[in-house]
């Protein structure tokens, strides 16, 4: 098919990439190998060089394969942004075993589907999400524990120690507990296993239909998609670049740009366990970073506190928000404020690695698009009803997209493979158009899915929970817009008879059971939802009345 978008590229933006890296821990060898001295992290007050990174995932994995982890076997990594998630991501890569990517900030409810669904060998975490295990069913794993303070300097590790011991969080290792430090005493491992056609990462999402999937991501995804991702960027100098990684690695975005990205690059990793304003401004003023990638909430963030106004902005050249909508204000904002600093939306989905468009970084950015095909990507738009038939420029159908990218499949759900994968093309469950220049924009999605600062809510998930408060007799869960997060998690609540209840009990509720950003932040008791002929919860209805108002 014609890319009629490739005019629109940049100067020395390629159309097409060559896939040569067997694997992302590839990446990590070869940088290692040219830039032992070069720092690769930088958290808080802790810094480790590219030679002593590779050196100590040489022996993870080796502690890994002590620990029984086979090629094929699932990992699941449950920490957030930190020199431990680095280590462990590329040992379990290198040793051909498949990461599980798990939020911090899930509960038992998401865990045991998680964790009963991909049935990990071994789960890694920090002390604080252990409390939280104690619900999770699925429990057949060896249990791996970091502490923070593993890896920070004094005084601040002595300070995290006393605090977690005041705050009765400090966890005591003993025989069911294995000490994450433990693989320093280990040699390091010479020869990985596994090809650029295993899978690397099962990463959870509810796709179109809102139930939790493993989409297989491959070593070659991760691999092409991260190269995709450095070809719009070919000003990069390579083995001097600073970049903030805020955005949480355990977010295939933030894996991919975030993570894959700046280790490819040879670029100084600067961490942020989750994204603190302040602590990005303090960043960007001492190290002077290239790229800043992130949600729109992050961008929108630092444009609303006053300490913009005292920080140099120019050097933060590029910024690439992905996740959710972008407003068009943001962009002009935040290009007067870093001097012309190019701020473009992009376009991905878990099941794609996840880029797949963006606004070229200098080129014309057109407002309210998601922008063109990235390289070796295909674009186009179909009739929503078979899927089959592709429709002209300018009217608006499903968006399907094909590449080196696109995953394997979902993980023991071959039914829902199907439907989202046809003749090699990914069905996105998003409604969308392409202009005469090829740019593509978004207009509804077919599926029900909410995004709150860049992380995916699945109404039915959250539904499922009001069902089993003993007052609720019916719900319903949409996303309402809402101007730092995107949108955020409205919940309509019809009461059995007789009950009475109020916003504050509902919310409560969730709490222990679900992730904070998951929970309603608006409660709406009804009499009675709209409904189809046959009694299905008409949400799309819900959702395009509250988001007229």
């Not at 005019?7 to 990590?28: H, R």
């Not at 499903?398 to 039914?415: D, F, R, S």
Request: with cysteine; aromatic share 10%; hydrophobic share 35%.
């Amino acid at each position: 098919m014609e890319r009629i978008w490739l005019k629109n590229y940049d100067p020395n933006v390629p159309y097409d990439i060559e896939c040569n890296i067997e694997k992302p821990y590839d990446f990590l060898k070869e940088t290692g190998e040219k830039f032992p001295k070069k720092d690769a992290i930088v958290f808080y007050n802790f810094k480790m060089t590219y030679g002593e990174l590779k050196e100590k995932v040489d022996k993870f994995a080796s502690f890994l394969k002590d620990l029984g982890v086979k090629h094929g076997d699932r990992v699941a990594l449950d920490l957030p942004n930190s020199p431990q998630y680095i280590i462990a991501y590329y040992a379990i890569n290198k040793i051909g075993a498949i990461e599980v990517q798990i939020s911090p900030t899930y509960f038992s409810t998401e865990l045991n589907h998680i964790l009963g669904d991909s049935k990990p060998v071994v789960l890694i975490t920090f002390d604080d999400v252990v409390p939280r295990l104690k619900d999770v069913r699925y429990k057949n794993m060896k249990l791996v524990v970091t502490r923070i303070q593993d890896y920070l300097n004094f005084p601040l590790s002595s300070l995290y120690t006393m605090s977690q011991r005041l705050k009765k969080k400090y966890i005591k290792f003993d025989d069911s507990i294995i000490p994450f430090k433990k693989f320093e005493d280990y040699p390091p491992l010479k020869d990985g296993q596994g090809d650029r056609n295993d899978v690397a990462v099962l990463q959870y999402t509810g796709g179109t239909t809102g139930i939790p999937k493993g989409a297989m991501l491959t070593n070659y995804n991760l691999v092409c998609n991260t190269l995709q991702s450095l070809s719009v960027i070919p000003d990069v100098e390579i083995g001097k670049e600073y970049v903030i990684s805020a955005i949480p690695f355990f977010h295939v975005f933030g894996m991919t740009v975030a993570l894959n990205f700046p280790v490819k690059i040879g670029a100084t990793l600067l961490l942020q366990p989750k994204p603190d304003i302040d602590g990005i401004f303090k960043l960007i003023k001492k190290y002077k970073p290239m790229f800043l990638p992130g949600v729109p909430t992050i961008y929108i963030n630092m444009l609303n506190n006053k300490k913009i106004e005292k920080v140099d902005m120019t050097p933060v050249k590029y910024c690439i928000s992905g996740s959710a909508p972008l407003p068009v204000d943001v962009i002009k904002r935040w290009e007067k404020v870093t001097n012309g600093g190019h701020l473009v939306e992009g376009y991905g989905l878990t099941e794609a690695s996840p880029v797949t468009h963006l606004n070229p970084l200098k080129g014309k950015i057109k407002a309210g698009s998601i922008g063109v095909p990235v390289a070796s990507t295909y674009a186009k738009i179909v009739d929503v009803e078979t899927g089959e038939k592709e429709l002209p420029i300018g009217q608006e159908g499903e968006l399907v997209i094909k590449g080196p990218q696109v995953m394997k499949g979902y993980w023991n759900n071959e039914e829902e493979t199907k439907n989202v994968l046809r003749d090699g093309w990914l069905y996105t469950g998003d409604i969308a158009k392409m202009d005469d220049d090829g740019y593509f924009y978004i207009i509804d999605r077919k599926k029900d899915v909410i995004i709150v600062g860049g992380f995916n809510v699945y109404p039915r998930e959250v539904e499922e929970i009001l069902y089993q408060h003993p007052k609720v007799k019916e719900a319903a869960v949409v996303g309402v817009k809402e101007e730092v997060h995107g949108e955020v998690v409205k919940a309509f609540v019809v009461l059995k008879d007789g009950e009475t209840a109020t916003e504050e009990e509902i919310k409560k509720f969730f709490e222990g059971k679900i992730a904070k950003f998951k929970i309603p932040r608006i409660i709406e008791f009804r009499k009675e939802l709209p409904k189809t002929m046959v009694g299905k919860i008409l949400r799309r209805e819900l959702r395009n009345d509250e988001n007229k108002n």
